[in-house]
Nanobody
Framework: DVQLQAYGGGLVQAGGSLRLSCAAS????????VGWFRQAPGKEREGVSC????????YYHHSVKGRFTISSDKVKNMVYLQIDSLKPEDTAVYYC?????????????????WGRGTLVTVSS
C-alpha cells in the first residue's frame, strides 16, 4: 500500500523558515510524482509543488516560486519542502501526496494517494 506521512509543521513567525518532511512507502519513487498541497482555513486545497520521481524535476505553483524548494531523497524515501520567508497567508494544513501521473499534471488534477497533513501557522 502507498503510504505517506507529512510532518514538521509548527508555529513560526513571519519571515522565518520551516522544512516539512514527507515519509513515503509502498511505491517506487521512479514511477511516481510526489506533491505538496495545502489547505488554508475556509479555502480550497491547492497544489504548491511537486517533484517527478523519474527525473527529479521540480514544479512550483507561481504563488510560491522563489520561496518554496522541493527535494527528495530516494534512499530514505523522503520528500522535503523547504519554505522560506514565511507569510501569514502560508498558514494552512500541508499534505504530501503521490500519483503515477507526472508533474505538473498531477499537481493540478489532484493525486490518488494522500497522507495526513501537518499544520503550519505563521504569525505576523
Amino acid at each position: 500500500d502507498v503510504q505517506l506521512q507529512a510532518y514538521g509543521g509548527g508555529l513560526v513567525q513571519a519571515g522565518g523558515s520551516l522544512r516539512l518532511s514527507c515519509a513515503a512507502s509502498g511505491f517506487t519513487f521512479d514511477d511516481y510524482a510526489v506533491g505538496w498541497f495545502r489547505q488554508a482555513p475556509g479555502k480550497e486545497r491547492e497544489g504548491v509543488s511537486c517533484i517527478s520521481g523519474s527525473d527529479n524535476t521540480p514544479y512550483y505553483h507561481h504563488s510560491v516560486k522563489g520561496r518554496f524548494t522541493i527535494s527528495s531523497d530516494k534512499v530514505k524515501n523522503m520528500v522535503y519542502l523547504q519554505i522560506d520567508s514565511l507569510k501569514p497567508e502560508d498558514t494552512a494544513v500541508y499534505y504530501c501526496a503521490a500519483d503515477r501521473l507526472s508533474c505538473p499534471y498531477s499537481l493540478y488534477r489532484g493525486m490518488d494517494h494522500w497522507g495526513r497533513g501537518t499544520l503550519v501557522t505563521v504569525s505576523s
